[in-house]
């Protein structure tokens, strides 16, 4: 399957999840009309659905079934989106459109948009716990899965990179440690967490030769999306401003491409893509999907 | 123990989940020490520490292990700090003193804020997970503890009676069942998972007697906190400002004293804390820390 094929089959599932609610005064019990709408919004608003398809295609390739992985994967989606909602606030990056659409708190007002946030999060925890209970024979497993997921979105993961990234845009503090934990943990670890996850769920161990060469894979490939970013972010600044590049391309944002220029940013770019398909020898054929995500990074930087 | 002494093990443990954090780049895998900073001045600026307490002393009750009960006692208090952290942004009540002290965006800026809540929350989430897998022997009920918390704390929860609660502030609306839902779910249901996750940790069924005489009474003792602030709300302003109580008594706001006068307000109170007892029977003397908790709502309204 393709990742336009996985990314339809969570469409579906995160359409039935999050239906379109009609505004009435709520049953005990219920989720009301206005939270339920305000999530939806941003979770129906596109996107690659990238997280949850490599979560599916992961637990295709190490034979979990795919009944199992379904829910893991849309909680994924809901974390990614509830960051990007936060992320849109007045009070962090004051985006008012994404994806050619109105941000959340345009939309819904600015306290609903943080609830949204928080519902998205803590809608996550819930399918994921249900998941869990509707699997109770394979209950490490499950916890295992929940545990990648949640921790690489938590304090030392996602959070832990939005804090730094902030940080560093308001304070101005820099250099290549910082940078390297700030795409580390706002960048890769959530492309890392759906192939350990799916490697919990197929029943392999932590430690595992397997879930090893998935994490290998995952830095690489977060990392590379992260630079990949920054490169299109400088080509796009010069196309369109005609700016010097160098030490200062781009927005001033502390980024590869700022630190070494960008023959320097494209050379570690070319060099994570090489790491990342190395790491992947061990699954062979099986691993054809995760290949075709390589390929579509070098096509977009081409 | 006393609600007092619960506090002080809870406090104790959270201080040590927490420490002060000194400024260096953080390594990967470690928790920024500005995200740690920030969750803690908001974890540790006092409190009566009553939901913990309120897991540890039905543990105790019911007899299941101290060691056990411990860190979801603490992921209870810090999915409530989260809420008051967010709830106080500048987008929803912009507060900006809590128990006399700044606010967390006041010190630590609004995007800062944001990210400390969604910290305390996923923070509270790997706890759980932590301490599911510290304790395998008891998959089935640590899975159904966390359940309890996050959904208690979640979309058809504690965020559902917030969305509803500024929904009503901002929109005016109104209404019995409306006030009744956003009492059951901002109020009383962070007051109810607490005895869910400790009959589960337990080894309870959800459906057993216990377990619905524990829910009973958080049910009614979750009604009669919220009840307790409002008149309490009222009578203040009553000595304040020398208002006149009736429909329009306290600030406007929706509440049981607005809905039927103080009296009316005051006749529910007793009639709920006579109920929140009425359901302790089947435990009996074990029960002395629920009934001490009535006691002390009482003490506060007389």
Redesign the interface.
């Known amino acids: 399957m393709t990742l336009r094929e996985y990314a339809a089959v969570v469409e579906e599932k995160l359409d039935e999840l999050l239906p379109e609610a009609d505004k009435r ?8 009309w ?3 709408n305000a ?1 939806r919004y941003s979770v129906m608003a596109g996107g690659k659905r990238l997280r949850p398809a490599m979560l599916l295609a992961c637990a295709d390739m190490l034979g979990a079934a795919r009944g199992e992985a379904m829910l893991p994967a849309c909680a994924l989606e809901l974390i990614h989106t ?1 960051s990007l909602v ?1 992320d849109d ?4 990056d004051n985006d008012t459109l994404r994806r050619g659409r109105p941000t959340n ?1 345009v939309v819904f ?7 949204a ?3 998205l ?3 996550a ?2 399918l994921l ?2 998941n ?2 509707a699997h ?1 024979a394979n ?2 497993g ?3 899965a ?2 990648e997921i ?2 690489g ?4 993961g996602m ?2 990179g ?3 990234d ?2 560093c845009e ?1 304070e101005g503090a820099g ?1 290549e ?2 940078l ?2 700030i795409h ?2 706002k960048t890769a670890r959530m492309l890392i967490s759906p192939l350990r996850a799916a490697a919990a769920l197929a029943g392999l161990a932590p430690d595992s030769e397997e879930t090893r060469a998935l994490t290998a894979y995952g830095v690489k490939f977060g990392l590379l999306f992260q630079a990949v970013d920054d490169i299109l972010d400088v080509v796009g600044d010069e196309k369109t401003l005609g700016k010097s590049v160098g030490k200062d391309a781009g927005s001033g944002k502390l980024t590869y491409a700022t630190l070494y220029g960008l023959d320097g940013a494209r050379t570690r770019a070319d060099r994570l893509a090489q790491e990342a398909r190395d790491s992947l020898a061990l699954f062979g054929d099986r691993a054809a999907f995760f290949h075709g995500l390589l390929d579509s990074m070098a096509h977009r930087v081409s």
Chains 1, 2 share one sequence.
């Not at 007002?109 to 609830?115: P, R, T, V």
């Not at 979105?153 to 030392?156: D, E, K, P, T, Y």
Request: charged letters at 15%; one cysteine or more; proline letters at 6%.
């Open positions: 005064t709520p049953e005990i019990g219920e989720v009301p206005l939270l339920q999530m509830y936060h606030l007045p009070g962090m708190h007002g600015e306290g609903q948009a943080i609830l946030g928080d519902g999060l803590s809608l925890m819930e716990i249900e869990a209970m109770p209950y490490a499950e916890v295992l929940m545990n949640i921790r979105a938590g304090v030392s959070v832990a939005q804090c730094m902030l940080y308001r250099g440690a910082l390297t934990y580390m943990n």
